[in-house]
């Protein structure tokens, strides 16, 4: 069965750093995608960054120039380092993996509350 481990997550005040990550473990799981995705109270969940095993990647708006993501294929672990938080950035955020590229069975972690506030 496929797991995904969420770690990272807390309390940062405006202006602070978070760094995420997600490790996917199952036997024989090779994720085209792993990404995040956030949801905060009475919203819907938003995408926040997507990136495929071979590189390419995906920014929601609202992070774009902040928000960094990575991979490394080797321990299908990504990685989300989140600089100039905002409060509106306050949310929990979950991690995805999909073994296709396009489409396919999205796998999702637990989730870690960030909470940005002074």
């Known amino acids: 069965q496929v797991q995904l481990v969420e770690s990272g997550g807390g309390l940062v005040q405006p202006g602070g750093s978070l760094r995420l990550s997600c490790a996917a473990s199952?036997?024989?799981?090779?994720?085209?995608?792993m990404g995040w995705y956030r949801q905060a109270p009475g919203k819907e969940r938003g995408l926040v960054a997507i990136m495929t095993s071979g590189g390419t990647i995906n920014y929601g708006e609202s992070v774009k120039g902040r928000f960094t993501i990575s991979r490394d294929n080797t321990k299908n672990t990504v990685y989300l380092q989140m600089n100039s938080l905002k409060p509106e950035d306050t949310a929990v955020y979950y991690c995805?993996?999909?073994?296709?590229?396009?489409?396919?069975?999205?796998?999702w972690g637990q989730g870690t509350q960030v909470t940005v506030s002074s």
């Open positions: 995805s993996a999909r073994q296709k590229l396009l489409k396919g069975y999205n796998y």
């Open positions: 199952g036997g024989g799981f090779s994720p085209a995608v």
